[in-house]
Nanobody, 117 residues
Framework: QVQLVESGGGLVQPGGSLRLSCAASGSIFSIYVLGWYRQAPGKQRELVAAITSGDSTNYADSVKGRFTISRGNAKNTVSLQMNSLKPEDTAVYYC???????????WGQGTQVTVSS
C-alpha cells in the first residue's frame, strides 16, 4: 500500500508562486520516479515534471524555466516550486510515484491550484 499526500495548493495571483509538496509512505514497491501531473476540467491529465532516484528531471515545455521539481531531504518526498504562475496553470495537481519499469504507479488525491486575479 502506497500513500501519497500532497499539500501546498491554493489560490494565487498571476505572476505569483506556490510550492507543492508530496510525501510517499507505505510503499509496496521501490519508487524510481516521483512526479507531478495536472488536470484541468475537461482536459486530459498531463505530465508537469518528474524526477528520478538519480535526480534526472523532465518538464513539460509549458513549465520549463518556471517550475522546479526537487526531492526533499527525506526519502520519497518531492516538491514542485512554481513561479511566474499563469492562469493556464490552473488545475488539480497530482503527485505520482512509479517503479523502475513503470509497471506500478500510485497517485495522490490531488490538490487544487487556481491562478486568478
Amino acid at each position: 500500500q502506497v500513500q501519497l499526500v500532497e499539500s501546498g495548493g491554493g489560490l494565487v495571483q498571476p505572476g505569483g508562486s506556490l510550492r507543492l509538496s508530496c510525501a510517499a509512505s507505505g510503499s509496496i514497491f521501490s519508487i524510481y520516479v516521483l512526479g507531478w501531473y495536472r488536470q484541468a476540467p475537461g482536459k486530459q491529465r498531463e505530465l508537469v515534471a518528474a524526477i528520478t532516484s538519480g535526480d534526472s528531471t523532465n518538464y513539460a515545455d509549458s513549465v520549463k524555466g518556471r517550475f522546479t521539481i526537487s526531492r526533499g531531504n527525506a526519502k520519497n518526498t518531492v516538491s514542485l516550486q512554481m513561479n511566474s504562475l499563469k492562469p493556464e496553470d490552473t488545475a488539480v495537481y497530482y503527485c505520482n510515484a512509479g517503479d523502475l519499469l513503470g509497471s506500478r504507479r500510485a497517485w495522490g488525491q490531488g490538490t487544487q491550484v487556481t491562478v486568478s486575479s
